[in-house]
């Protein structure tokens, strides 16, 4: 990010005693204008020239003595086009942001080809930033944990300590992947370490670790924290009216207390969550919003008013996960459309890699629900056997080290025996059937 122009922008907008929103309207977003002033975001082209026109400056002045020219980048006439790489690299931040890692690649790329950099400048530091994030985004971890380390390098020998804390985060992505959540702890710690460092303050990366937290707190189990740290975000979004990953938080904090059974506070929560996402235009997290909801009204044994939200998750991605096929599913066979429900379900692909252990054992409510459809088709072993299959996948979580998963996974188990209870009754083996709901009982009181 490019911290110089924020401050040129933040310094002529005080000058003339102009507001954020003030500067900001029509054009773009108050939260926009904050975010580039504090060099979290890079503007556009177009967004510089709007603003210049309002400061009444051309856009080459935010863009001239740029951290040295002549050192930055070496080249012939000593020329910096700042505004193309600002404009490679807005393309690239919009291709990351979809998750476009590929073309992203093609992008940075071909941009560090064009010129020659020197290598100890913040800008060749910032192209490596968004090649890192490319590569972790394939799982090639190792040249994107590579690449981070030079990025670290270059901002601590800069005293950029805030960049140098940001990108420490990135290395969180592995053990997520490979949920040690031990390990996240300390990355975190050495991202906490990195910002004590730095002499200014910033509000979106304090945010941000909090964020990034909240994953580790839900781990083991401590929704209280998991809670606290939610509200910290929000409150540090509204003190500075900045509104950032408010969103990502309500979210949290509602799929926390779903966890805990208590439908009130998750519906006031999800809420909420849903109106900032609205807000600030976040289509992957509307559509997860409307994915939450759907799981909820399926609970509530709900499947057309699930149905709804669903159409709400296809309208903001295209995007097809196995959470929307399972969701998908159940509401179908609440309303006894039982071949259409397996259909769905059989478009869920149980070999792919889930970052999250919730989400693994979420993915095997998938086996429970196809059991209980094959027992409505009165084909009783394969229910069964589904089912069967479910708990026996479930089992392992139960001893893990992490107790919020540990906990979920009993939940879900305990479920299980239920839905297994069900099939024996209808296939008449009554002894069965009270052996597995036995069994769910005593799962509820672990």
């Not at 992008?107 to 994030?133: C, F, M, P, Q, T």
């Not at 979420?362 to 027992?375: A, D, Q, T, W």
């Not at 002894?431 to 009181?445: D, G, I, N, Q």
């Amino acid at each position: 990010m490019n911290n110089e122009i924020g401050k040129k922008i933040k310094e002529l907008r005080k000058g003339l005693k102009l507001t954020q929103s003030e500067l900001a309207e029509p054009e773009m977003t108050k939260s926009m204008l904050s975010r580039i002033e504090n060099g979290t975001a890079n503007p556009s082209m177009k967004n510089l020239q709007y603003l210049a026109a309002k400061l009444n400056k051309s856009a080459a002045y935010f863009l001239e003595d740029e951290t040295e020219i002549g050192k930055v980048i070496i080249k012939g006439e000593g020329y910096f086009p700042m505004e193309v790489i600002l404009e490679a690299l807005n393309k690239a931040d919009e291709l990351i942001k979809n998750k476009d890692y590929g073309h992203g690649l093609s992008v940075l790329k071909e941009l560090l080809a064009l010129y020659k950099y020197n290598e100890k400048s913040k800008v060749y530091g910032d192209i490596l930033y968004r090649l890192a994030i490319c590569h972790i985004g394939t799982n090639d971890f190792n040249q994107g944990e590579e690449l981070l380390n030079c990025c670290i390098k270059i901002y601590i020998e800069n005293t950029l300590y805030v960049e140098a804390a940001r990108t420490r985060l990135l290395f969180l992505r592995r053990p997520v992947y490979n949920h040690s959540y031990t390990e996240c702890k300390d990355i975190l710690k050495d991202a906490y370490e990195l910002y004590s460092k730095s002499s200014s303050r910033d509000v979106f990366l304090e945010i941000e670790m909090l964020a990034r937290e909240i994953p580790i707190t839900l781990a083991y189990g401590d929704f209280k924290s998991t809670i606290a740290l939610c509200e910290k975000g929000i409150t540090l979004s509204k003190e500075n009216n900045i509104y950032y990953l408010a969103d990502v938080l309500y979210r949290n904090i509602a799929i926390t207390y779903l966890l805990q059974n208590n439908f009130e506070r998750f519906t006031e929560n999800m809420d909420i969550a849903r109106k900032y996402a609205e807000f600030t235009g976040n289509k992957y997290i509307l559509a997860r919003i409307f994915q939450n909801y759907a799981m909820y009204e399926n609970m509530r044994k709900e499947p057309v008013k699930a149905l709804e939200y669903l159409k709400g998750y296809e309208e903001n991605t295209h995007e097809r996960a196995f959470y929307y096929y399972l969701e998908l599913a159940r509401a179908k066979y609440l309303l006894g459309n039982y071949d259409e429900a397996i259909k769905e379900l059989m478009k869920i692909n149980h070999e792919e890699k889930i970052d999250y252990k919730l989400d693994c054992i979420y993915l095997l409510n998938s086996l429970v629900l196809k059991g209980l459809i094959y027992s409505k088709k009165e084909k009783y072993k394969e229910g069964i056997a589904c089912i069967e299959e479910a708990i026996e996948g479930m089992m392992p979580f139960t001893s893990i080290e992490y107790k919020g998963f540990a906990d979920y996974a009993y939940k879900e188990i305990s479920s299980a025996y239920e839905a297994l209870s069900e099939v024996y009754s209808s296939l008449g083996n009554y002894e069965e059937a009270y052996s597995s709901l036995k069994k769910a009982t005593e799962l509820k009181h672990l």
